[in-house]
């Protein structure tokens, strides 16, 4: 069983659509939770991490964690052609002070339609 | 300020070639990660540096991966001989130490491996 599981999708909405995203995980060591975006060809991109259980707001993009779930989502209200990418959830485990390994989910490949 | 580089972003070998793949990590970051992505998979995590140390390498898939960060600035990831099974994605990512428990990691581009 893997430690994070995310539909891989792939996800096609309308322009200015809300978009849900979700991931589940099975190790309750884990410390931080993150979204990343990838655009093709790229490395990802740190969107948002939050510690604990809640939701945590960045502009059109919310992050919410449930811990006692094991369960986070990535809302993006309004959605734009521009967010058109694939998004990874990812946890991490404490390797050092101050270094965290990451566990990656599979990756939602999401594309908004204009 | 520049980002992660890595170098090259694609290489395409025989198996049972040698490949070396480098990343050079934001100026002033101490920890250095590398990950990998194969086909279908997730991303997962090989090993991290501090500085010039290897501190973790539980994800290294056997020996022959070889990674090396000399002096704590860049690192090379050698792999010696190539399988196919190794083909993916390798990203490298860096991080500062800032004296707390979680510090952003940010990533290269990544380095595209097709052994053949």
């Known amino acids: 069983q893997k430690e994070v599981e995310q539909d891989p999708g792939p996800l096609s909405v309308p322009e200015g659509a809300i978009v849900s995203l979700n991931c589940t995980y099975s190790?309750?060591?884990?410390?931080?939770f993150m979204w990343y975006r990838q655009y093709s060809r790229k490395g990802p991109e740190l969107l948002m991490y939050?510690?604990?259980?809640g939701n945590k707001e960045d502009g059109r993009f919310t992050a919410q964690v449930d811990k006692s779930s094991k369960y986070i989502s990535l809302f993006i209200r309004d959605s734009q052609p521009s967010d058109s990418a694939t998004y990874l959830c990812?946890?991490?485990?404490?390797?050092?002070?101050?270094?965290?390994?990451?566990?990656f989910g599979q990756g939602t490949r999401l594309t908004i339609n204009p | 300020e520049a980002g992660v580089t890595q170098f090259p972003s694609h290489s395409v070998i025989e198996k049972g070639q040698t490949v070396t793949l480098r990343c050079d990590p934001i100026?002033?970051?101490?920890?250095l990660y590398w990950y990998r992505r194969v086909m279908g998979k997730e991303i997962k995590f090989l090993l991290h540096?501090?500085?010039?140390?290897?501190?973790?390498e539980s994800g290294m898939p056997n020996n022959r991966f070889l990674a090396e960060r000399t002096g704590g600035t860049y690192s090379t990831l050698k792999v010696q001989p190539a399988e196919l099974e190794d083909s993916g994605v390798y990203f490298c990512?860096?991080?500062?130490?800032?004296?707390?428990?979680?510090?952003?990691?940010?990533f290269g581009p990544g380095t595209r491996l097709t052994v053949l």
């Open positions: 100026s002033g970051h101490d920890n």
């Open positions: 540096f501090v500085k010039e140390s290897k501190q973790d």
């Open positions: 190790n309750s060591a884990f410390q931080y």
């Open positions: 990512a860096s991080s500062q130490d800032l004296g707390v428990t979680y510090n952003e990691q940010f």
């Open positions: 939050t510690y604990s259980s």
């Open positions: 990812a946890m991490s485990a404490l390797l050092y002070e101050g270094a965290q390994k990451l566990v």
